[in-house]
């Protein structure tokens, strides 16, 4: 069992940027997907990023590309996701995601995961 607590949201103006952190708890193994997702006001919940731990890699969804960063601290099982160049258009509630897995063939669909923290309110003023 895996828990998933997020920090880091706020406001913002455009332009802005922010940092979100996701602590895990439990066991955390090289076989795991973590990402972040976000969903917007009587939007669907969208795939923002997402690495594999074994290896590093990144995928990014292509609204956020050039603009967010998504990085893993293994000391202290801590996921990041640096927001920079914010818009209001990322104004959402953003979710840490996790699953153990050798392949994941959609890293950025939020039916792949199984471990899910509550969430932190970013919020973009123009």
């Known amino acids: 069992q895996v828990q998933l607590v997020e920090s880091g949201g706020g406001s913002v103006q455009a332009g802005g940027s922010l940092r979100l952190s996701c602590a895990a708890f439990?066991?955390?193994?090289?076989?795991?997907?973590m990402a972040w997702f976000r969903q917007a006001p009587g939007k669907e919940r969208e795939g923002v990023s997402s690495i594999y731990i074994s290896d590093g890699t990144t995928v990014y969804a292509d609204s956020v590309k050039g603009r967010f960063t998504c990085s893993l601290d293994n000391a202290k099982n801590t996921l990041y996701l640096d927001l920079d160049s914010l818009q209001p258009e990322d104004t959402a509630m953003y979710y840490c995601?996790?699953?153990?897995?050798?392949?994941?063939?959609?890293?950025?669909?939020?039916?792949?995961?199984?471990?899910w923290g509550r969430g932190a309110q970013v919020t973009v003023s123009s």
């Open positions: 439990g066991y955390i193994g090289s076989m795991m997907y």
């Open positions: 995601a996790a699953v153990y897995a050798v392949r994941l063939s959609r890293r950025l669909s939020q039916d792949e995961y199984k471990f």
